[in-house]
C-alpha cells in the first residue's frame, strides 16, 4: 500500500522546512528558529518515514546519521585531478609569484589585476559530486587522482547540503573545499576524551582528517565537523560565473558554506594587505588557518596560464609562520603560578615557531605529563599559536634516545619548600604558600601593574623579581611606597628610568573600578566579570560587601566565581591592602549600583549584537545592556528591538533592515547606555 498523497505532501515540506533550517543554522549562522521547534519537525518527519518507509529518500534530512559501517574504503578516479597549491613562505616569494602571472598575461597593468583571497584552512580536502542536486559522492583527495570514498561520512556532516537549494545548478557539479573541526570543538572534543581515559587528537587538523576515515559513520557523526567550499571541479549541464569570485557566491546561494572572510582584492597591495588583515585577525577566527589562497579571480584568465605539473600558475597560498616545530626537551622543572598551581615546564633547544624563538613550553599539569609521557631527552613538537603560551604538544616516540629521564611530581614548593597539595578532583598541583611563597607574591604583582590591570610601565618582570625576593615589596600596596633612592639600589636602574617608573605608578592611582577589581587578581573574577561585577555594584564597598546569593544576581557570575569573591573579601589580610591602595591616593570614580533588571531603562527591550565593536568587547557590551535591565539574544527576530551592528556586520544586519529593526552603532549604543 501506498502512502497517502496528502502524507507524501507533508513529507516534502516538512523536508523542505528542516532543509531550509539548516541552511539557515549552519551555513548562515542565522537560526531562525528556537532548536526545540527545529528537533519537533524533525521528530514529525521520522514519524512519518517509520510509518511509511517507502517515502525514504536518500537525500531526506533523516538520512545523514545511522548508516551501516562500511568494511573497507572504495577508491574513486578524481574526474578532474584535485591539484595543490604552491607556497609562498615570504613577501619576495609572493611578488615573484605576481610577476610570472602578469608577465604570462603580458599585461602591465599588475597592479590592478584582480585576486580572488581567503583564508587556507587546516583540515582535510575533499570533492563532493551533485548529480541532479544530490548529493552522489564525497571523496578525499587521496594523491589527487585517486581518493577514497567517504560519501558515508561526509553526508553525517550538518553544513553539506544533502540537495541544493534552487534549480539553476548544474546537472553534474563537483564542488571542492575544506572539512574542518572549529577549535571550540577541538577542545571540547579532546576535553571529553581525556574524561574518558580515550585517545585525544593532536590537533584540529588531524582530527577533521581522522574523523572523515572512519569506518562508521555514527562516529564521525559525533565528530564536531564543519566546511568551507573553495572551487568547483567537474561542471556538466549547466554554466557557472566568469571569475572565481562570482562562482564563489553562486556555490553560496545553492546551500554550500564558503568562508565569510573571502575577498576579490586589487594587485600586490591588497593581496599582502589581505594577508596581514587575516594574520591579525588569525588567533580569533573560530578555526585553524596556515595562511591565505589568492587565486586570479577571471576564469579566461586562469585557462591561459594553466598548470605546472601538479600545481596552478593562477594560484598560490601564502603561508604564517609555522606554528609547529620539532625540539628537544633539555630539562623539566616546575613554575608557580599566581594561585600557587604548580605547573610543569619543559625547558627546550630554542626553536624558530609562530614567529618568535622558543625556550619554554607548558606541560600544563601532571596528568597531561604522564599522559603525553615527556621525558628529559625526548623529541617533541611544540605549539606555538599566536599569543598563546607555547605548548608540548606531542613527543615523537620514534626519536625518543635510549637514555631519557622521566619526572615526578614535587611534594615541595621549589621556591619557598611549602607543601604542594592536589585537591580531589583538581588537574593542578598548588603551593599552599600563599603569599609567604615569593613566586605567588611575584606573579600576583605581575597581574596587579599589567597592560589592562593598573597599567604600571617600566616594572618588568626582572625588576619585581628583585623587589620580591628582596622583600622590598610583600603586597601590591607596597608599590606605592616606593623611593627614587630605593628603586636606583637595583640592578640595571638608573636615575632616570627611577624617575619614570615613580611617575607611572604615580599615574596608576587614576584607574576605573574594573580595573582595580581585575587587579587584585580574584581567582575566577577575568575583565569581563571585574566590569559586570563594577557596573551592577557602582562602588567597590558594595562588592565587598555582597554576600555569595546577592553575587549570583550579576550577569554571567554563577556559584564557583561568587564564591571565590567573597572568599576574597573575607579574608582580612586582602581588605588591609586594599585599605592601604586607597589610603596610598589609588582612587577611581564611583557610580550608583545598575538599576534591577525590572527598573532599568532598558527594561523589556531586546537587543541582537552583530560584527566586531571596537571599542568595547561583546561580551562588555552584553552586561551592560543587561545591567540595565535589557535582554541580549543571538537572534534577529520580530521581537528584536534594537540591533547593534560593530563592522563586518552579516546576514543579521540584513535581517534586521528587512524586518525593519532599529540598529544602533557602537557610538549610539553607548549613547543609550549612557544616558541610564
Ligand atoms: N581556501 C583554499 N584552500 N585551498 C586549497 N582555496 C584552495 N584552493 C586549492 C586548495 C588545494 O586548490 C585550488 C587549486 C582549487
New binding site residues.
Partial sequence: MSAPAAISKKVDSLRSQIRHHNYQYHVLDDPEIPDAEYDRLVRELQKLESEYPELITQDSPTQRVGGEPVKSFGTIQHLIP????ENAFSEDELRDFHRRVTDRLGIDKGAELSYAA????DGA?VSLLYQDGKLVRGAT?GDGTTGEDITHNVRTIDAVPLSLIGNDFPTTLEV???VFMPRAGFNAFNEKAKKNGEKTFVNPRNAAAGSLRQLDPRLTAERPLDI?V??VGQVDGGVVPPRHSEILDRLGGWGFKV?PERKVVTGIDGCLKFYSDIGRRRDSLAYDIDG??Y?VNRLDYQERLGFVSR??RW?I?HKFPAQEELTVVRDIEFQVGRTGAVTPVARLEPVFVGGVTVSNATLHNMDELHRKDVRVGDTVIVRRAGDVIPEVVKIVPERRPKRTRKVGAPTKCPVCGSAVVREKDEAVARCTGGLFCAAQRAEALKHFVSRRAMDIDGLGSKLIEQLVSTDRIRTPADLFDLTKDELMDLERMGAKSAENLLESIERSKHTTLPRFLYALGIREVGEATASSLASHYGKLVAVMGANEAELQEVPDVGPVVASRVRAFFAEIHNREVIQRLVESGVTWPESEPAPKSEEGKLHGKTFVLTGTLGGMSRHEAKDRIQAAGGKVTGTVSKNTDFLVAGDKAGSKLTKAQNLEIAILNEVQLEKLLSDQ
Fill in positions: 584535485m591539484l595543490s597549491l581567503e583564508p587556507k584552512l580536502a583527495r571542492r573545499g575544506e568551507y573553495y572551487s568562508c591565505v589562497v587565486k600545481a596552478p594560484a597560498a
